[in-house]
């Protein structure tokens, strides 16, 4: 399974910014596949940004993104988005897109050792 982020950049403090997440695959069903956003500061952990079941009807948010954060799936396009809004300095990171065949825990998700896959990962840089 292949994925490939795009849509990080530069973006100043209280704007918005979309990122994308296309899969890819032999033999690969995205609609079998939860996913996920994670992502990496400089010197800090990776941790969980969002998550998804395989058909999109369960959704968890990271405390640090709720409420100006929005995760969605088109499984027509085997493309997952996440919208974020009012960013802040601290948003700063780089966002990696996740998949994991098969169902989500309700806690396990914000492990990112939990996961299958990887994205090589986007940079969002918010200036303040």
């Known amino acids: 399974v292949e994925l490939v982020e795009s849509g990080g950049g530069l973006v100043r403090t209280g704007r918005s910014l979309l990122l994308s997440c296309t899969a890819s695959?032999?033999?690969?069903?995205?609609?079998?596949?939860?996913m996920g956003w994670f992502r990496q500061a400089p010197g800090r952990e990776r941790e969980f940004v969002a998550a998804?079941?395989?058909?999109?009807?369960?959704?968890y948010y990271a405390d640090a993104v709720k409420g100006r954060s929005f995760f969605s799936r088109d499984n027509a396009k085997n493309t997952v988005y996440l919208q974020m809004s009012m960013l802040k300095p601290e948003d700063t990171a780089v966002y990696y897109c996740?998949?994991?065949?098969?169902?989500?825990?309700?806690?396990?998700?914000?492990?990112?050792?939990?996961?299958?896959?990887w994205g090589q990962g986007t940079q969002v840089t918010v200036s303040s």
């Open positions: 996740a998949a994991k065949f098969g169902a989500i825990g309700s806690t396990s998700h914000t492990f990112w050792r939990y996961w299958d896959y």
């Open positions: 998804m079941t395989r058909n999109g009807d369960v959704k």
């Open positions: 695959g032999r033999a690969f069903s995205f609609s079998d596949y939860a």
